[in-house]
C-alpha cells in the first residue's frame, strides 16, 4: 500500500517534469557545461608558472653585455615572449610602465645603463682579491655601487607567486652573465684553470660578484601616485561583489515567471505603453539593489576585514570612480535577468540556466583564476562576459590607481551589453504579447 503510493507520486512527478522538456534537458546541460567550463579554467592553478608563456617588456638602456645575455637567455626561455620594441622603437622606461599600467601587460624589466660596466668591475675586484693569493697580477676596479639594479616592474594586478617566479629566472640570467664575466676576468689574468680557481674562492668572494648588479622590484607610478599590489582582499571584495550581483538574476526571473503564472503581466501588456514602464521601474529598481550590494561589501571590506586581522581594501585615488562602474555592472546584470525572465516559461528552465551561466561567466571572466592563467581560447571568450570588464575596470582604480578616461572603454562595454540584452528583451517581449493577443 505505501509502496503504491510511492510509486504515484514518483509518476505524477516524472509526468510533471516531461511537461517542461526545455527544463528537464537544461539539469543536464546546464551543469555538463559547468563541468567543461571550470575544467579548463581550473586546469592553470594545477600547472606550474613554468609551463606557462608571458608577454615581458624589455627596456635596455645599458647595450652591454648583461643586456645581452640576458635578453638571450629570455628569449631562449619556453616561458616568455621578450617584446623589446613597439611598432620598430626600442622600448623606452617610460613607455613600458604606461604599457603597465594599461593592463596590456603584466611584467617590465628595465636593464639600468652602466649594468654591464658594475658587473665587469665587480668580477676585477673579485678576480683581484683571488689574485693577491697566488701573487698574480691586478686588473683595474674601482668601490662597489649599492645603487645598481636592474629594475622590474609588475602590473598590479600579478600575482605574488607570478613575481617571484619572474624574480627568481631573471636572477638566474643574472648569475650565470656575472659568473661568465669572472671566469673571463681570471682567464685575462692568466690563470689556466680559471674554473677550478672559481671553485676554490671563498663565499664571500662569491657574494661579491652576484651583488655586483642586484635585482629590484619597483611600483608603478611616483612616490604620490603608488600602484598598490593585489592582496586577498583588493581581489576578493570586488570579485565575490560582482558575482553576487549577477545573481539578481534568480529573483528578477523568479518575479516575472510568477507574474506571469497569476496572469498579473498580461493585464499589464494589454494596456498601451503600461509595459515599458513597468519594464523601466523594474530595471531602476534592481540596479539600485545591486548598487547598493556593491556599495556594502565594500564597506565590508573598508571596515570589517581590519577587525579580522585583515588589510582594508584601498579604493585607489579615484574612489569616487567606482560609483559609475557599479551602477554600469549594476545595470549589466539587471539587464541579463531580465532577459531570463523573458525568454524562459518556467522556473525549471530559468532557475539552473541563471545560477549556473552566472558562475560560468563569473569562471570565464576572471573571477575565479586570473585571466592570464587561462587557455588561449578561455583568454578569448573572456572578452564575452561583462564580470570582466567590471572587475578589470575596478582594478583600474583600487590598484593601478587609473581614472575615469582609463575606464571609459569598460563603461562602453558594459552599456552596450545591457541595452543589446534590454532590446532583445523587449522584442521578445512584445512578440509574445502580440501571440497572446
Given at each position: ?14 509526468i510533471?517534469l ?15 557545461v ?8 581550473q ?15 624589455l ?5 652591454g ?15 616568455f615572449h ?22 596590456e601587460y ?19 675586484t673579485?678576480a683581484?682579491?683571488i ?18 639594479y636592474?629594475?622590474m616592474y609588475?602590473?598590479p594586478?600579478?600575482?605574488?607567486t ?8 631573471l636572477?638566474?640570467y ?15 689574468l692568466?690563470?689556466?684553470?680559471a ?9 664571500d668572494?662569491?657574494k ?7 635585482i629590484?622590484?619597483?611600483?608603478l607610478g ?5 600602484s598598490q ?9 570586488p570579485?565575490w ?16 515567471l510568477?507574474?506571469?503564472?497569476e ?5 499589464i ?6 509595459h515599458?514602464?513597468?519594464a ?5 529598481f ?10 556594502v561589501?565594500c564597506a ?7 577587525q579580522?586581522g ?27 535577468g531580465?532577459?531570463?525572465g ?7 528552465q530559468?532557475t ?15 573571477i ?5 592563467l ?23 582604480i ?5 581614472n ?9 562595454v558594459l552599456?552596450s ?21
Open positions: 500500500m505505501i509502496l503504491n503510493k510511492i510509486l504515484a507520486t514518483i509518476q505524477k512527478e516524472w510533471l516531461r511537461r517542461d522538456v526545455a527544463g528537464f534537458m537544461l539539469l543536464f546541460l546546464m551543469p555538463a559547468l563541468i567543461v567550463v571550470m575544467a579548463m579554467v586546469d592553470a592553478p594545477f600547472k606550474d608558472y613554468q609551463e606557462l608563456r608571458f608577454d615581458l617588456l627596456a635596455d638602456n645599458d647595450h653585455r648583461l643586456a645581452q645575455e640576458i635578453r638571450q637567455g629570455l628569449k631562449q626561455s619556453k616561458n621578450v617584446v623589446d620594441s613597439i611598432d620598430g622603437k626600442p622600448l623606452s622606461e617610460e613607455h613600458l610602465q604606461k604599457l603597465l599600467k594599461g593592463g603584466r611584467v617590465g624589466i628595465v636593464i639600468p645603463k652602466g649594468a654591464t660596466a658594475e658587473v665587469i668591475n665587480a668580477a676585477n673579485v683581484n682579491r689574485s693577491e693569493k697566488i701573487g698574480m697580477g691586478k686588473l683595474p676596479a674601482r668601490e662597489m655601487r649599492d645603487s645598481m636592474v629594475r609588475f602590473d594586478v600579478s600575482k605574488p607570478f613575481r617571484m617566479s619572474i624574480s627568481f629566472a636572477d638566474k643574472i648569475t650565470y652573465s656575472c659568473s661568465n664575466v669572472l671566469v673571463g676576468r681570471l682567464s685575462k692568466g690563470m689556466a684553470e674554473g677550478e680557481t672559481l671553485d676554490t674562492a671563498q663565499t668572494d662569491f661579491k660578484i652576484f651583488q655586483g648588479i642586484g629590484k622590484e619597483e611600483a611616483d612616490k604620490g601616485n603608488i599590489f593585489i592582496s586577498s582582499v583588493q581581489h576578493n571584495v570579485a561583489a560582482i558575482f553576487g550581483m549577477f545573481f539578481i538574476v534568480i529573483p528578477i526571473a523568479g518575479n516575472m510568477r507574474e506571469r503564472e496572469r498579473s503581466s498580461l493585464r501588456q494589454l494596456i498601451p505603453f503600461a515599458n514602464y513597468v523601466l521601474g523594474k530595471i531602476f534592481y540596479t539600485l539593489i545591486c548598487t547598493a550590494q556593491f556599495a561589501m565590508i571590506g573598508l571596515w570589517v576585514l581590519p579580522l585583515l588589510p582594508a581594501l584601498y579604493m585607489g585615488l579615484h574612489p569616487f570612480v567606482l560609483v559609475p562602474i557599479a551602477i554600469c555592472i549594476a545595470l549589466s546584470a539587471t539587464a541579463y531580465y532577459l531570463v523573458v525568454v524562459f516559461k518556467t522556473a525549471t530559468a539552473p540556466f541563471g545560477a549556473i551561466s552566472v558562475v560560468i561567466m563569473s569562471a570565464m571572466g576572471g575565479w583564476v586570473p585571466v592570464d587561462l587557455p588561449g581560447v578561455m583568454q578569448q571568450l573572456a572578452k564575452v562576459s561583462p564580470l570582466h570588464w567590471g572587475l578589470d575596470a575596478i582594478n583600474h583600487i590598484l593601478r590607481n587609473g575615469i578616461k582609463d575606464v571609459l572603454p569598460h563603461l562602453a552599456l551589453f545591457s541595452s543589446v540584452l534590454l532590446l532583445i528583451s523587449l522584442y521578445a517581449n512584445r512578440r509574445m504579447t502580440h501571440s497572446v493577443q
